[in-house]
T-cell receptor, first 114, second 110 residues
Framework: DAGVIQSPRHEVTEMGQEVTLRCKPISGHNSLFWYRQTMMRGLELLIYFNNNVPIDDSGMPEDRFSAKMPNASFSTLKIQPSEPRDSAVYFC????????????FGAGTRLSVL | QKEVEQDPGPLSVPEGAIVSLNCTYSNSAFQYFMWYRQYSRKGPELLMYTYSSGNKEDGRFTAQVDKSSKYISLFIRDSQPSDSATYLCAMSDNTDKLIFGTGTRLQVFP
């Protein structure tokens, strides 16, 4: 089985530009999570979905961040406008079932905002 | 105070050494405890999973949970250079969220 697939792997953009990160969860998984990882703060949960429905977006830092999951096999995380402090590695994770504990992570998108 | 505290390291040990990695936490409701391994420029991958207290062994890896002390450990026996990675502890209290430590960077030199 293919794992969680994220694209792009690397993104370099200029401040003020819109950035869209993409994620394809493992087939058959019901929940999807977006995380941000920095050296200072570690791995932080931004938002998660159960059965394509956003459940908790309390980790989304600002209104500049938005996430969608239009179907069970695709999700996006958008930053508009981007700022240098958004530079981080963004991970997507999925899990089978809405009550399972174990999450499976993608390889991440390394975002640099200049 | 963070909910989960983890020494960032780096921890540098010779090949063959026994490694001890630890996390402390403050939320007594945590019941599920995990260790993830993250290689450089890769996503975290699940290494060990324990429910409630006790020990769990898998090959060279042993996970321990002491809920009375709010302390979890991961032991690596006969450490290998391929074990060089960042180790993240993660916990959950039966809700949907995992709370992660900041990770301990381990380097095993030949």
């Amino acid at each position: 089985d293919a794992g969680v697939i994220q694209s792009p792997r690397h993104e370099v953009t200029e401040m003020g530009q819109e950035v869209t990160l993409r994620c394809k969860p493992i087939s058959g998984h019901n929940s999807l999570f977006w995380y941000r990882q920095t050296m200072m703060r570690g791995l932080e949960l931004l938002i998660y979905f159960n059965n394509n429905v956003p459940i908790d977006d309390s980790g989304m830092p600002e209104d500049r961040f938005s996430a969608k999951m239009p179907n069970a096999s695709f999700s996006t995380l958008k930053i508009q406008p981007s700022e240098p402090r958004d530079s981080a590695v963004y991970f997507c994770a999925s899990r089978r079932g809405t009550s399972a504990v174990i999450q499976y992570f993608g390889a991440g998108t390394r975002l640099s905002v200049l | 105070q963070k909910e989960v505290e983890q020494d960032p390291g780096p921890l540098s040990v010779p090949e063959g050494a026994i490694v001890s990695l630890n996390c402390t936490y403050s939320n007594s409701a945590f019941q599920y405890f995990m260790w993830y391994r993250q290689y450089s420029r890769k996503g975290p991958e699940l290494l060990m999973y324990t429910y409630s207290s006790g020990n769990k062994e898998d090959g060279r890896f042993t996970a321990q949970v002491d809920k009375s002390s709010k302390y979890i450990s991961l032991f690596i026996r006969d450490s290998q250079p391929s074990d060089s990675a960042t180790y993240l502890c993660a916990m959950s209290d039966n809700t949907d969220k995992l709370i992660f430590g900041t990770g301990t960077r381990l380097q095993v030199f030949p």
